[in-house]
């Protein structure tokens, strides 16, 4: 009987054991679990990206402007300007380019360039540029020149009113905008992607006059601003009907002459967007070969 009584014993003491080991496995492994989970609720935020430094360059035709601005269109400098040479080839347009934004460059190195220039752009470009000259202005790489001279391999460049378009737009339906500075710049836009650039600014107007002609600061000047008022109210006219608008943002230096009484679809910018709109060149769906978010182009949320 005490044989068995010990047998008993030694066959119940090894599974109260095995017992106490598995319940304390379990607990360890509990522990583990709600210690990994601990770790995971408190991991932290992503980091938000640094602030990127974007030289904005709007080149005119009397004027050449630059700023440091932000992501966002913010500027982070005073704006610098200097007068444009005439002629000016493309050469001295680099080089006295070079020397307007170096103190800029040298206090806030750039990421990115992002050019508005006044002429007929493609794939960084120039293919014309009637207020610099002729000369020398065929199919110029100016956007690779001004990279390199600044040592910048990041730059764009678009037509001057496309990129001042850029900052006026709403990002609905069909907005078309109109400059008017020493010529006339346009460019089209539809629910916030730029279209297919179209120089109507050497489209004919009258028998005599295309727009540059017509409603350029020379034309302003020869004609009187009364005159030079009446022939912008006729070319709004002739623009609506042509493209049928939802919106018109009219910029450039001389749209703060205007006198007349804009329609209810047409609105005035300020100059200074033409340095603003350099950053929407860098958004991924800025460009055409995109679409644009609706949340971002209608300035209701953020691009991805």
């Known amino acids: 009987m005490e044989e068995r009584v010990a047998t008993a014993r030694k066959t119940t003491t090894p599974s109260t054991s095995g017992t106490r080991k598995a319940t304390a496995k379990r607990a360890t492994a509990v ?23 974007i030289l904005a360059i709007d080149i005119g035709g009397t004027g050449l402007k630059a700023a440091i601005i932000d992501a966002n269109g913010t500027m982070r400098t005073d704006r610098v300007r200097v007068a444009t040479p005439h002629p000016c080839p493309p050469d001295l347009l680099v080089e006295t380019l070079h020397t307007l934004v170096q103190p800029l460059v040298e206090q806030y190195p750039p990421q990115h360039i992002s050019i508005g220039f ?64 020493t010529g006339a710049g346009t460019a089209l836009f539809r629910d916030g992607e730029l279209m297919p650039h179209l120089e109507l600014a050497h489209h004919p107007v009258s028998k005599k006059h ?48 205007l006198t007349f009484t804009l329609p209810p679809n047409v609105a005035t ?36």
């Open 210 to 257: 295309a727009y540059d002609e017509y409603i350029g600061d020379a034309a302003r000047k020869k004609a009187g601003n009364k005159r030079w008022n009446a022939r912008v109210e006729k070319v709004i006219g002739i623009l609506e009907s042509l493209v049928h608008y939802d919106k018109l943002w009219i910029g450039g230096g001389n749209a703060e002459r």
């Open 118 to 181: 006044p002429g007929f752009v493609r794939d960084n470009r120039v293919l014309t540029a009637p207020h610099l000259g002729v000369d020398g202005w065929n199919d110029v790489p100016l956007a690779r020149l001004l990279g390199e001279r600044l040592g910048v391999a990041s730059v764009r460049m678009i037509n001057d009113a496309e990129m001042q378009g850029f900052a006026a737009i709403e990002g609905r339906g069909l907005e078309f905008v109109l400059t008017l500075g």
């Open 31 to 53: 522990k583990k679990t709600s210690s990994k989970q601990t770790v995971a609720k408190q991991a932290p935020a992503r980091r938000t990206r640094a602030p990127e430094n």
């Open 269 to 304: 910018v300020p100059n200074d967007r033409g340095i603003e709109g350099g950053a929407r060149l860098w958004h991924p769906r800025s460009m055409r070969e995109t679409r644009q978010l609706a949340a971002a182009t209608q300035r209701t949320g953020e691009f991805e």
